[in-house]
């Protein structure tokens, strides 16, 4: 085993979807005509004033509660002073001395166990514009301002992930919570949610190493090859003896590699003060509890139910708890205490899952309730069908919906339980096979399989096969 540990923290940024941008009326929209959801405020054009959407002060403070962080009822907005085409003001609006949110934590599966992982803070902030290099000659660039001022909360963990698997897990953690509060679209190829990756390697038994970071990764497999990448790249410098020296890197992702961006970089750079166009963040103990009651049981924690109460696997436990309608799907099917966790599992895992990954529909597009899953489980628990049957007619109640007893008549699928029919079946079947009924009785085990498959076929899969079976004994003796 390696004797050297990777230490890894992320700060998470995440767009808020709110119908307009954080400081002024503009639409917060992607995708829009190029600098057309712009006003005098988000440009940062001379005597125009900022305004703070009430939204995204409530949108942040839910994440806080989802994250059981400290909600601080008086917070600021300061300046985070650099200079970026991107940026007219030359300054961000950020929250850096007293955030909205702190001190939190957020427990995931991982590894066959619970993990803790530590949560800094959560402070709001306005996104910068974008710079777009797609002109006739390469060296052309353009500024796409429609993104200036589009709400953004940070979300800074400490540096408590030891691995890339473990960091992309906490990842598909926080997705899933932000697509639960509603409160981001989580659309990663349109860049709403961005990762900066701090990595540092220390030899066991000594302390923190210094950290590096790694800028704007836009894709949560690409921070795990980042991660990966780094902390090797840090290993081999101690390894050699050399030491690590902070510093700022691009992450290339198509090319797997890091590029420096700048040494030692701190706070000070930024000459942070506090925003003098904006009053401090007032908000009231009672405002916080009304938001605490719009927070659901979180995916987090039905994953980890899933797993610690009902026996689900890792993937299992993840695919229905990561998914708001199917995890809602499920805890119905649970509650009415009829059939084991298991069994609703193994129909959402199969069937259902490979309907909806065809169709690339959600649950919700479907007609398929809890109550119709319940009536198929009882059509196939006292043998009316069988369980190739069942399928067809779930396909029916994903597709239209309706009543399982009719659906089952309409198709004709109804199990032959009936004792002198499966005979006939049976008998025909014995007289048409003498060869393996002679195999049968030499004791090949495989024999009677082949009779019981031939009675199936004669009966267009509607015999019932246990009791086929029973027949199939008595008449061979
Ligand atoms: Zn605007």
Redesign the pocket.
Known sequence: MSQYHTVIGLETHAELNTKT?IF???KNEFGSKSNTN??P??LGLPGALPVLNRSVVEYAVRMGLALNCTINGVSHMDRKNYFYPDLPKAYQISQSFVPICENGFVEFWYDGQVRRVRIERIHIEEDAGKLVHAGDRAEETYIDLNRC?VPLIEIVSKPDLRSSGEAYAYLKTLKAILAYLGICDCQMQEGSIRCDVNVSVNKEGEALGTRCEMKNVNSFSAVSRAIDYESDRQTELLKSGESIHQQTFRWDDIKGKNYLMRSKENADDYRYFPEPDIPSVFISESDINKLAETIPELPNAKMIRYVTEYGLDTKEAEYIAFDQSLSQFFDECINTHKYPAKSYCSWIMGELAKHLNASQKGLSQTRLTSAMLNDLLDAVNSNVISNSAAKSVFEVLLEKGGEVDSIIAELGLAQISDTKTLESIAKQVIDNNEKTVQDYHSGRSNALGFLIGQCMKHSNNKANPVKVKEILLTLLG
């Open positions: 941008k002024c009326g503009c712009v006003c405020v988000c001022g």
